[in-house]
T-cell receptor, first 113, second 115 residues
Framework: NAGVTQTPKFQVLKTGQSMTLQCAQD?????MSWYRQDPGMGLRLIHY???????DQGEVPNGYNVSRSTTEDFPLRLLSAAPSQTSVYFC????????????FGPGTRLTVT | GENVEQHPSTLSVQEGDSAVIKCTHS??????FPWYKQELGKGPQLIID?????GEKKDQRIAVTLNKTAKHFSLHITETQPEDSAVYFC??????????????FGDGTTLTVKP
């Protein structure tokens, strides 16, 4: 299994541009989440999904959209990039059972100028 | 909502010594407490977790303790090795399947093990 994959690994955007960060998992996990990690801070939840067709907001959802059309994919869209969105973005997935363990992807480092 | 505080932010120990990282959470509804290790340039990886019905859990050189009443939980690493050098995060999560993907993280502890 490839686990959780994220593309691209690095991205530079100009203020106002839009883009989609891709996330895919091949473990048939029901739950998927997007976190952002800023220097000196822990991970903060942006959006999450408990299954295909179901998404909800996390702690810091403003400026981001998600959709979950399949179990495998959970893309994160930046509608109009702002310098405050410069961060490292991690996607995670987990089973919908008692284990709760989250499996994280390698991250996407995004810089908005 | 849940708030997790983690201390210290940096920790330096000599190889072979023990390392202790402490966290406090605020929401009594949280009942799952994972610890993640993040190596440079990689995503976090679960190293140990504990649920609120257990006071202590051990896995080789790593142990986690939980004081449910005081809302404190700690990570203990014994006989540290240079490869233990990384950033460690504690997290708290409310129980139930609808909360499975929703962890609240501490700010992290950068552990350096000096050979």
């Amino acid at each position: 299994n490839a686990g959780v994959t994220q593309t691209p690994k690095f991205q530079v955007l100009k203020t106002g541009q839009s883009m989609t960060l891709q996330c895919a998992q091949d473990m048939n996990h029901e739950y998927m989440s997007w976190y952002r990690q800023d220097p000196g801070m822990g991970l903060r939840l942006i959006h999450y999904s408990v299954g295909a067709g179901i998404t909800d907001q996390g702690e810091v959802p403003n400026g981001y959209n998600v959709s979950r059309s399949t179990t495998e994919d959970f893309p994160l869209r930046l509608l109009s990039a702002a310098p405050s969105q410069t961060s490292v973005y991690f996607c995670a997935s987990s089973y919908a059972d008692i284990s709760y363990e989250q499996y994280f992807g390698p991250g996407t480092r995004l810089t908005v100028t | 909502g849940e708030n997790v505080e983690q201390h210290p932010s940096t920790l330096s120990v000599q190889e072979g010594d023990s390392a202790v990282i402490k966290c406090t959470h605020s929401d009594s509804a949280s009942n799952y407490f994972p610890w993640y290790k993040q190596e440079l340039g990689k995503g976090p990886q679960l190293i140990i977790d504990i649920r609120s019905n257990v006071g202590e859990k051990k896995d080789q050189r790593i142990a986690v303790t939980l004081n449910k009443t005081a809302k404190h939980f700690s990570l203990h690493i014994t006989e540290t090795q240079p490869e233990d050098s990384a950033v460690y995060f504690c997290a708290a999560q409310e129980g139930g399947n609808t909360n499975a993907g929703k962890s609240t993280f501490g700010d992290g502890t950068t552990l350096t093990v000096k050979p």
